[in-house]
Structures are given as C-alpha cells and as structure tokens.
C-alpha cells in the first residue's frame, strides 16, 4: 500500500507514516517496507508498505475496500462477438443493386467500376455540377454495362439499378481542383499552398512593393458625374511604411507609365524613403519603366551622384497577388480607414453599397476635397499600433521606423532629373558644330563643345518628355548634361557672347590635344621610310617585242564586213517563208 492512502486510512498526516517507515515500527508493529523507483518523491523513491504487517484494526478498516476479482473462464470469452473479418474491405462494388443485377464476374465488375470513377473525375474535373455528374455517370454505366454484353429484362429496373451512389461522387470531389486550375486560376492561386515570410532583420527600403488600386469612395466630376481615384503606392516591406500618390481622370483612362515614374521619382527623393534595394511590382504596362530602371539604378552608368546602391527589379508572377504584401495593405486600408468617410461603395463595384433600396451612396465630393481626407488617414494609419500576430509585432510603422534610424539607418536619395534621366534607352547621334538633335530640337552643353569625337551616346527619356538629356561618349562614360539649344535673335548681345564660348572652348581642347601629342613631320618620315626600303632586282627578260609587223606570229582578226540591203531582204523572205510553211503544216 502506498503511503498517500495509508495516511488516509490511518487518519494521519503522509510526513508521520513516512518517519514511521524510516524507524521500521509503528505502534509497536514492525512495518515491512520497499522502496521502488518512480516519478516525485524522494529522487523518484517511493514507499510501499505490506498490509500484512499493519495493525489488525487498520487490516480490518481495509476489508470493506477489499473486492475478490475473479478471472473469466477464456471458453466464455471466445464465445463474445468480434468484428468482422472483412472489416475495412470494400464489400460492393458500385451499388448493391447493381452488383445483385449484373453476372459479371469480380474482375469484370472491379474493371467497370475503375472505368465508372474515371468517368466520374473527368467529369469533376470538367467543371460538371453534381446533379449532372450524377446523372451522366449513370448514362455511362447503363452504356458501359451494356457494352459488356448484359441484356436486362426490365430496362426500367436496370437504369434504377444503375444510379450512381452520392458516396462514389463524393469520394472524387477533389478532382474539382482541376477546373479550377484550368478555368479560376486566381481562386487556385488564393488556396494554394504557400511559404511564410518574415521581416526580422529586414532593412527599410530593403524590399519596396508597388501597386496601383482603385479606391472605392465616389467623387465628383467638374461635369457633375461620378468618378473615383486611382491609388499609386509603394510599401516598405520592412516598416509597413507606405509612400502613395493619388491621380484621377476627367474622363475614362488608366495610369501610365509617366504617372507610376513620378509617383517613384517623389519617392527616391525624399529622405524618409530614398532609394531601395529592390522593387517588386507587377508586369502591367505602367510597369514598363522598370525595364530600364533594372540597369539604370545599379549606378554603373555615370551620372547619377552620390553612394552607390545596387537594386533589382522583381516582377509579380501571374495571379499572384497574395505574394504581395501591398494587395493586403489596401483591403486593410479600404476596409479600416476609407470606409469611415461619406461615399465609400465597398470593394464589390457590382453591388456597390447603398443608402436607401435602389440609391448609391452620395459621393464624397471633389477630388481636390478628397486628398487632404486621405492623407489624413495615411498619418493616422502610420501612428497606429499593428496587431501583435502581425510582422510588426504590436508596433506602429512609425514607431518601428524610428527604431531603424536610432539604430543608424539612412536612406540613398536622387533628385527626380536623375530618375527620370534613368529611364532613357541610349540612342546614337552625331555631333555636329558642337550639338546633336533628338525629337526635331538641337541639345548642346559644354562638354559638347570641347567634344572631339563624331559619335556621342544619348539617354533619351522614355515616357516623360524631357528638359535635359544625360549624355555619354562611346565608351559609356558620363559627359555631361545637355539642354535645348536656343536659337537667338541677330541683334541680341548673348548670341554673341555665346558663339565667343563655344569657340573658344573648343579651341582650347583642340590646343590641349596638341599640347598632348608630339609634333611629327609626316613628309619627313615617308621619305625616310622610302629610302630605308630595299631595292628589287628584276630577273633578266625572256623575249623582246619588234616593231616589224611582218615578223609578228600573231595577226589581228579583222570582223566581217556586213552584208548588203539586198542580202538582208533575201535573208528575211527566206524566213517568213518558213514560217509560213510551218503553220500550214501545223494547220493542216
């Protein structure tokens, strides 16, 4: 007996029967104990105590606790029911009915059978409803079976026998998944598995996420209809950080290219964000700058100032939208800050939020009213609290900014020129009188007019019409920056001063190019080259021309003389004559 209960039945406390067992007597009774490894006590110790060497008047309290077990007889026990022996073994085969119908043999019914479940996933697959997956399985089985060469004599209880079971459609529900894949690749995209991400120890400005999002409150129009606006925003991945701009149309449109470039170039320059090291964004066509600020931005190309910063952009795959944080940031911005202010339709423009049965929320105003409501609630979101389950961790994205710039976090600006300049493909152009012409205009700079060379590299701005063109020489090298090239009046004093700089900027590089080289007289040299040459010895004759035309063993072949007029009309009567025969044999 275990001390615990001991205690309990002698009424005393488990510390006074433990010393007992330590002393070896209890009451004038030697106790017979053993001690045995288990779990608490004493180092796992435990004590058991022999019921035998108890008082008797604590041997006679545990009688009553006392139950005789008796162990059953094992032919009575045989004699229970068990389980079935086929338990877990499919004992039908598609139907009872049908199996009780068909005299197919196991291996015909088993081959029918894979056959019907094949119909039944390829027509899940397909896209087929229930009802219909039901009701052409059962044609397929009526066929099938059929074909096999059964012959029913109630065809009405046959097609009864051969309804498809719910259980057999259930069991390949999952071959849905196929359609989806095939004809909803955004649903699949939604449920398909994916990889966790974590910002710990992300810089800011590491990771920035782009995307453009049509808000969901009405504004109105200067010509009284409703509109909405369209949100351009980069996420900080790192801070929850979000930089955005707001643009809307007078009439249709969509955001461009000119319009994502700014939105960007505002962003790089400002010295809370700058520069990041990647971009991720999707493939549209707004996108289409990226293309060349993937090279332009890894600040190889001279012109840009400042430290170097490498940065790579990344493109979206397809239907990937829960991949991008940004898409996530929206619903949580619509649905957490937006839906606060007058005029917000909700996120489902086909069953937009109404106020009354039949009447669409009032607009919110102008678009000039909206911006200032916006980014009012921007800084609001910025200062509150993330979730604690989020990858902020309870704080705020301004709270988890401040942290990065104590801990010396400082972000690589560029003006807007240089963005701009960045998204430029270089084209070819030749100098002509210190300037080249691009679009129909002349573009000249300094550097142009000590500029020796004919070729010069031109990054020509892609989307925005520029103000200045960054120029590079063959080599890739920065030359300058070049603005267009005004043409003055005759009498204006500056036209003057001017064509005196140019002048005198290139005759100063022409002059340090010939300081450079040393002076060499050309005449000279080929006269000493030509001297220096060895001279040939001819080999001696082997035969000598005479003037005597008569000892000449070759004589000129003179052409022969033309004929006369009357040889030449006989010629031709001669061959109209064949011709004349020829068709009447021809003829007949």
Avoid at 76 to 88: E, M, T
Avoid at 287 to 300: K, Q
Avoid at 519 to 534: C, F, H, N, S
């Amino acid at each position: 007996m275990p001390l615990n209960l001991l205690a309990k039945l002698a009424g005393i406390s488990r510390q006074a029967i433990w010393k007992a067992c330590l002393r070896g007597n209890w009451r004038g009774h030697s106790l017979e104990v053993r001690v045995i490894q288990g779990k608490g006590g004493n180092a796992g110790n435990q004590y058991l105590v022999s019921l035998t060497s108890l008082p008797p008047e604590l041997q006679l309290r545990l009688r009553p606790i006392q139950t005789p077990v008796q162990n059953p007889s094992k032919q009575i026990a045989s004699r229970g029911r068990h389980g079935r022996a086929d338990k877990g073994k499919k004992r039908v085969v598609i139907s009872r009915q049908w199996d009780a119908l068909v005299p197919f043999d196991v291996l015909t019914k088993a081959k029918i059978a894979e056959d019907l479940k094949q119909e039944i996933r390829g027509l899940l697959a397909a896209g087929a409803a229930w009802g219909h997956v039901k009701v052409l399985a059962r044609n397929f089985l009526v066929e099938t079976t059929r074909s096999w060469g059964f012959r029913p004599s109630d065809p009405a209880s046959f097609e009864q026998a051969c309804s498809i079971p719910w259980t057999l459609v259930s069991e390949e529900l999952h071959y849905r998944k196929v359609h989806q894949f095939r004809a909803n690749r955004k649903a699949y995209e939604d449920s398909r598995p994916r990889g966790r991400r974590s910002i710990e120890g992300m810089r800011p400005m590491e990771l920035v996420v782009g995307d453009v999002h049509p808000i969901d409150i009405h504004l109105t129009r200067a010509d009284g209809s409703i509109c909405t606006a369209k949100l351009i925003g980069f996420l900080d991945w790192a801070t929850g950080r979000v930089w955005c701009d707001l643009i809307a149309f007078d009439t249709r449109g969509g955001v461009n290219n000119r319009d994502v470039i700014e939105v960007f170039a505002a962003m790089v320059e400002h010295p809370a964000f700058g520069l990041p090291e990647a971009l991720y964004i999707d493939n549209g066509k707004e996108y289409g700058f990226a293309t060349y600020l993937d090279d332009a931005m890894t600040l190889t190309v001279p012109g840009f100032h400042g430290p170097g910063r490498s940065m790579r952009v990344i493109n979206a795959l397809p239907y990937n939208a829960p991949a991008k944080p940004i898409e996530r940031w929206f619903g949580d911005f619509e649905s957490r800050y937006l839906s606060t202010l007058p005029g917000w339709i909700a996120g489902n423009r086909m069953n937009k939020r109404q106020e009354a049965i039949g009447r669409t929320v009032a607009p919110y105003g102008t678009f000039d009213d909206f911006v200032p409501a916006f980014f009012g609630l921007l800084k609001a979101y910025h200062s509150v609290p993330m979730g604690k389950q989020s990858g902020l961790k309870g704080l705020s994205p301004n709270t988890t900014f401040q942290k990065h710039v104590a801990a010396g976090w400082s972000a690589i600006t560029m003006s807007r020129d240089e963005v701009r300049a960045a998204v430029a493909r270089r084209v070819e152009r030749t100098v002509i009188q210190g300037a080249i012409k691009l679009r129909g205009r002349r573009w000249t700079c300094e550097e142009l007019w000590q500029y020796a060379h004919e070729k010069v590299l031109v990054c020509e701005p892609v989307y925005p019409t520029p103000a200045e063109l960054l120029l590079l020489d063959m080599k890739g090298k920065r030359l300058g920056i070049a603005t267009p090239d005004v043409a003055l009046h005759p009498l204006d004093h500056r036209g003057t001063q001017s064509t005196a700089a140019r002048a005198k900027a290139h005759r100063d590089a022409i002059v340090e190019m010939a300081r450079s080289v040393p002076k060499i007289d050309v005449a000279a040299r080929l006269i000493t080259l030509g001297r220096a040459q060895p001279v040939v010895i001819p080999n001696q004759p082997t035969g000598k021309m005479l003037l005597d035309p008569s000892e000449r063993p070759a004589r000129i072949v003179m052409p022969k003389k033309p004929s006369s007029s009357e040889e030449r009309r006989r010629e031709q009567d001669e061959r109209i004559a064949a011709q004349m025969d020829l068709v009447k044999r021809i003829v007949g």
